[in-house]
Nanobody, 123 residues
Framework: QVQLVESGGGLVQAGGSLRLSCANS????????VAWFRQAPGKEREFVAT????????YYADSVKGRFTISRDNAKNTVDLQMNNLKPEDTAVYYC????????????????WGQGTQVTVSS
């Protein structure tokens, strides 16, 4: 059974940084990709970043490319999202998700979700 718990959200000024962490307390039966999605009030959930099981593939949404970095430690079962140069438009609830595909780009392909962590960027 997979259980995902996000942490690290908070309030930060524009230009600041936050580091989100996703801890997986379970062990999926097969290698899995991990992704971060986010959902702002009144908007649909959108893809942010993904990383393959073997750390060889990462992919980012254009809106965060160059500012966010996804990384994972399979020994610790954690995936982090380092967010730099944050902008007010990054304000959202950030969700960690796991999928059995090589990378996870679409929310409908996710098998498990965390409960989300709020990120608020003030201008």
């Amino acid at each position: 059974q997979v259980q995902l718990v996000e942490s690290g959200g908070g309030l930060v000024q524009a230009g600041g940084s936050l580091r989100l962490s996703c801890a997986n307390s379970g062990r999926p039966s097969r290698p899995y990709a991990v992704a971060w999605f986010r959902q702002a009030p009144g908007k649909e959930r959108e893809f942010v970043a993904t990383i393959s099981y073997n750390n060889q593939i990462t992919y980012y949404a254009d809106s965060v490319k160059g500012r966010f970095t996804i990384s994972r430690d399979n020994a610790k079962n954690t995936v982090d999202l380092q967010m730099n140069n944050l902008k007010p438009e990054d304000t959202a609830v950030y969700y960690c998700a796991v999928g059995s595909t090589s990378i996870l780009l679409k929310s409908e392909s996710a098998n498990y979700w965390g409960q989300g962590t709020q990120v608020t960027v003030s201008s």
